[in-house]
């Protein structure tokens, strides 16, 4: 696709799908497993192509999927129907979500501000906000308290490697929610400004549709 867009008279901009965590965010960044393929397909514009002005939309987690009840609570969860929680590292640690309604608007605005550099790196969110916080949202919409469990980080390390090693469905989930929950998503500042993005979803509508959806 980057090779036809390259060579297409008519094509100008190109706008890689890796929404996702930053596989650029520090030095480890380069060896996480999760990053490999979407390495490569940077490496490869960035050496194959002359034309074409790439955007790369960095979004973090989606919190839809962060909010849920998983299959193994030790990478985290939240049950709605059982009152219980399962929050990883302190509880304390700050994560940057992306709803996924918001993913689409984001790009569409993106898609609407004119650029002029070849490579434009574009680090966007819904909200920030911690597994504690998360927490005490759903308490307060379900009008009642739950029980809370907790994974350390040295417990999800030793999951997630156990996770590849037996190449469980979640090993991905496990590395990803690693690098959240160590801070991987965390930025000064957002380039929502950038785009004029000024109205994105909030915490209290996600866990709401995560309400909804379990009931």
């Known amino acids: 696709m980057i090779q036809v867009a390259e060579a297409s008279p008519t094509i100008e901009y190109f706008y890689p799908s890796e929404y996702g965590t930053d596989i650029e965010y520090n030095a480890s960044s380069a060896t996480e497993k999760p990053h490999q393929l979407k390495l490569q397909v940077r490496k490869y514009i960035r050496e194959s192509t002359k034309k074409l002005k790439v955007t790369y939309l960095v979004t973090g987690p989606y919190s839809d999927l962060y909010f849920g009840k998983s299959s193994e609570p030790q990478v985290g969860s939240f049950d709605v129907k059982e009152r219980k929680a399962?929050?990883?590292?302190?509880?304390?640690?700050?994560?940057?979500?992306?709803?996924?309604?918001?993913?689409?608007?984001?790009?569409?605005?993106?898609?609407?501000?004119?650029?002029?550099?070849?490579?434009?790196?574009?680090?966007?969110?819904?909200?920030?906000?911690?597994?504690?916080?998360?927490?005490?949202?759903?308490?307060?919409?379900?009008?009642?308290?739950?029980?809370?469990?907790?994974?350390?980080?040295?417990?999800?390390?030793?999951?997630?490697?156990?996770a590849w090693q037996n190449n469980s469905p979640l090993k991905t989930a496990y590395t990803l929610r690693r690098i959240w929950t160590q801070g991987g998503t965390l930025y000064e500042q957002s380039d929502n400004g950038k785009l004029g993005f000024d109205s994105p979803e909030s915490l209290e509508e996600q866990v709401k549709k995560a309400i909804d959806g379990q009931s």
Do not use: C, H
């Open 86 to 162: 399962t929050l990883l590292g302190t509880g304390d640690g700050k994560v940057s979500f992306t709803t996924e309604k918001d993913v689409g608007r984001l790009l569409v605005s993106a898609l609407k501000t004119a650029t002029i550099e070849q490579e434009r790196i574009l680090r966007v969110n819904s909200f920030t906000v911690t597994p504690k916080e998360i927490l005490a949202e759903f308490e307060k919409q379900t009008g009642a308290q739950w029980n809370a469990a907790y994974t350390s980080i040295d417990e999800l390390q030793k999951a997630e490697g156990k």
